[in-house]
C-alpha cells in the first residue's frame, strides 16, 4: 500500500483504533476479539465482521419493512430483531451501535413510532461510521 512499511502500518491502525475508542464507536470487546485471532486463524476478526454486517444487513432490511408498514402492531417482532443487534454488536465490540439499538429498543417498547425515526437514523449512520471503520482496519491488516 504505496509502499508503507509495515511498521507505518501498524502505527497507522494504532492511531486509528485509538480514535475509535476515544469517539465511542468501539469497545474492548473489540480488543479481546482481537486477541483471539492468531497464526492458526489468522482471518479470524475478519471473518467475524464479515458475518456481522452480512447478519446486520438482513436484520436491518427486516427493521426498515417494519417501519414502513402503515399498520404495524407488531412491537415484539420489534424488539427480537433489536435484541439480535444489541447481542452482535455488543459481540463485536460495536459500542455506538449496540447503544442507539438500546435507545431504538426503547422506543419500541414504549410502542413509539415517531420515537424510532431518530435511534433509527442514528443506527443507520453508526453502523456505515463502524463498516468504514472495519473496512479500513481490514485493508490496512491485510497490507501487514
Known amino acids: 500500500m504505496l509502499g508503507l512499511g509495515a511498521d507505518r502500518l501498524w502505527a497507522d491502525m494504532n492511531r486509528l ?11 474492548e470487546q473489540f480488543v479481546q476479539l482481537q486477541q ?3 497464526e492458526s486463524s ?7 465482521v464479515t458475518i456481522y454486517f452480512h447478519e446486520s444487513e438482513k436484520l436491518l432490511k427486516n427493521l426498515r419493512g417494519l417501519l414502513m408498514e402503515r399498520e404495524f402492531s407488531d412491537y415484539k417482532k420489534m424488539g427480537i430483531h433489536l435484541n439480535q443487534f444489541m447481542g452482535s454488536s455488543s459481540s463485536i465490540g460495536a459500542k455506538r451501535v449496540r447503544n442507539v439499538c438500546v435507545a431504538f429498543r426503547a422506543a419500541s417498547e414504549q410502542n413509539n413510532r415517531a420515537g424510532w425515526v431518530r435511534p433509527f437514523l442514528l443506527y443507520t449512520r453508526a453502523s456505515m461510521h463502524t463498516f468504514h471503520f472495519f ?9 501487514l
Not at 483504533?17 to 469497545?27: E, I, N, P, R, T
Open 42 to 48: 489468522p482471518n479470524f476478526v475478519c471473518e467475524v
Open 135 to 143: 473496512t479500513t482496519s481490514l485493508s490496512l491488516s491485510l497490507s
Open 17 to 27: 483504533l485509538a480514535l475509535l475508542f476515544h469517539q465511542g464507536v468501539l469497545d
Open 36 to 38: 483471539l485471532q492468531d
